[in-house]
């Protein structure tokens, strides 16, 4: 091995290290270095020496454990020198996201936390947008929340330096390209370069809103004390994809966790990718409104869910058609991948809470069928999701420069 080849070995283990240090305080909440040493299997002059660079920066902050504190106060002797418990400082990263769907571009600050604090949208129909036109209102909304952020924050603040963007469709995040997107009519549009254009931010990582999402969730939600965690979207379409170890399973083309495409009815409905009978044609918010406007004719999905609560029969039997379909999803995923945990989320889980409880009571009855565990959470993000999926690819970018 040359010397070079072990200098960039060397390099990459600091920065897989600073990073494991830095992600086991912000899961931890409070954590002793000693404590840190055992958990990441480091010795402690190792994670010390991180610590002092991660507090240099500000990242991370030491203080006094008032528990301890108290008990010492209430012994009143003393036993020796208390370890400090470290923690890190939410605000001192700002991360970028910037979201774009068929309707909206919604901007939003997230700190090392996933909280969002402070957001801008603008509604437009974006189906067929010139892309050179949408990048512009994508400028336009980092500039008014920027300002925002500032009059939050009351202080100054530099220019945001990196930025993450999802949207619907088949993207390669490696080359900031959007190879197609049937929600937004766009083919081979390379999103990131006219972004750098609009914005003149340089650091701009992009990626499609259901992988961006999963991997918030493996980092910040739901699944960030796992080491596998898939997600299953149920929306305008079902998505899913798989998450270990912190970094997102793509597959040849970045096509992985398609779910929503898989045939379940040959002789089914014709969906949008060409096939038929595929997963969504059956389980999305424009299938189950399908099906209630075919029984009811005028029909909404508020309405629909309102009749389910209410136990009408035609819309009972809709919606537990549909809470089957969802179920099969959850086994497709806990067969192919044995994740630790499944994530659901999307807008008619966290728009409807008697969707999402039916799931959840079927999916534990064929657990306790079959005797296969698997761990089944609701996203807690909720509508924010996709923001956060945003910010969480900001804040992939912000770690990268400063650790």
Not at 236 to 245: E, M
Not at 313 to 330: C, E, K, P, T
């Amino acid at each position: 091995m040359s010397n070079h080849t072990k200098k960039i070995d060397q390099e990459q283990m600091k920065h897989f290290n600073r990073q494991l240090v830095f992600y086991e305080i912000r899961l931890r909440g409070s954590v002793s270095r000693s404590q840190l040493a055992q958990l990441t299997g480091l010795t402690l002059m190792s994670v010390s020496r991180i610590v002092d660079d991660l507090i240099q920066i500000g990242l991370v902050a030491e203080s006094d454990d008032p528990f301890q504190e108290m008990l010492d106060r209430e012994a009143s002797h003393s036993v020796g020198r208390r370890p400090k418990l470290l923690h890190v400082v939410a605000d001192r990263m700002l991360s970028l996201g910037v979201e774009i769907d068929r309707d909206h571009i919604q901007a939003g600050v997230m700190d090392v936390n996933g909280e969002i604090f402070a957001r801008v949208e603008r509604r437009e129909n974006l189906s067929n947008c010139p892309p050179e036109l949408l990048v512009q209102w994508c400028a336009q909304l980092i500039d008014e929340l920027h300002a925002l952020t500032e009059k939050k924050l009351e202080k100054n603040l530099p220019p945001f330096q990196s930025l993450g963007v999802v949207c619907p469709g088949i993207v390669d995040s490696k080359r900031g390209l959007i190879h197609f997107s049937t929600q937004l009519q766009w083919k081979e549009v390379n999103l990131v370069d006219l972004l750098r254009q609009a914005t003149r931010i340089q650091q701009i990582r992009l990626d499609n809103e259901v992988k961006s999402r999963g991997q918030a969730e493996a980092i910040l939600g739901a699944g960030r004390s796992m080491k596998r965690v898939a997600l299953l979207n149920i929306g305008s379409g079902v998505g899913s994809c798989l998450v270990i170890r912190r970094k997102v399973y793509r597959g040849k083309g970045n096509m992985a966790g398609e779910i929503g495409h898989i045939c379940i009815d040959p002789n089914g409905r014709l969906c949008e990718c060409g096939q038929r009978g595929c997963l969504q044609t059956c389980l999305s918010d424009l299938a189950l409104l399908q099906e209630a406007q075919w029984v009811r004719g005028s029909c909404t999905l508020d309405e629909l869910f309102l009749a389910y609560e209410q136990q009408e029969g035609w819309a009972v039997q809709i919606v537990n058609h549909a809470v089957n379909y969802a179920v099969m999803a959850l086994g497709i995923l806990r067969n192919l991948y044995a994740p630790n945990i499944v994530v659901l989320c999307g807008s008619l889980v966290e728009m409807y809470p008697s969707f999402q409880q039916a799931i959840i009571r079927e999916y534990q009855k064929q657990n306790n069928r079959y005797g296969i565990y698997m761990d089944l959470a609701i996203s807690g993000f909720g509508r924010d999701g996709n923001l956060a999926g945003a910010g969480t690819l900001a804040l992939g970018l912000n770690l990268e420069q400063n650790l």
